[in-house]
């Protein structure tokens, strides 16, 4: 069983600037993947970024591309997502998610995933 916990979250002004942090408590498979995901009011869980752990290739949601970088630290068993430029329509709940597979590649789906975390609240006002 993995445990995934996030923080980081809080308010910020337009512009501004935030890193969510995510840490697993358990292990992580070298094949795996690790994303973020968010869901604002009213609205579906959306992809945001995700990272492979063994290669540390990372994709990104067009919305955030440019403005956000995911990283991992192996060691630490943590997974990083710097926001920069934020934005209004960035506010919403993020999650930490985690899968444990051979397969290389970071995942987009969130149906890939088996471990998730329970979110970190980021609001982004004018």
């Known amino acids: 069983q993995v445990q995934l916990v996030e923080s980081g979250g809080g308010l910020v002004q337009t512009g501004g600037s935030l890193r969510l942090s995510c840490a697993a408590s358990?292990?992580?498979?070298?094949?795996?993947?690790m994303g973020w995901f968010r869901q604002a009011i009213g609205a579906e869980r959306m992809f945001v970024a995700a990272?492979?752990?063994?290669?540390?290739?990372?994709t990104y949601a067009d919305s955030v591309k440019g403005r956000f970088t995911i990283s991992r630290d192996n060691a630490k068993n943590t997974v990083a997502l710097q926001m920069n430029s934020l934005k209004p329509e960035d506010t919403a709940v993020y999650y930490c998610?985690?899968?444990?597979?051979?397969?290389?590649?970071?995942?987009?789906?969130?149906?890939?995933?088996?471990?998730w975390g329970q979110g970190t609240q980021v609001t982004v006002s004018s």
């Open positions: 998610a985690s899968v444990r597979s051979l397969l290389s590649g970071a995942r987009r789906e969130a149906y890939d995933y088996e471990y």
């Open positions: 358990g292990r992580t498979f070298s094949g795996g993947s």
């Open positions: 990272i492979s752990w063994a290669g540390g290739s990372s």
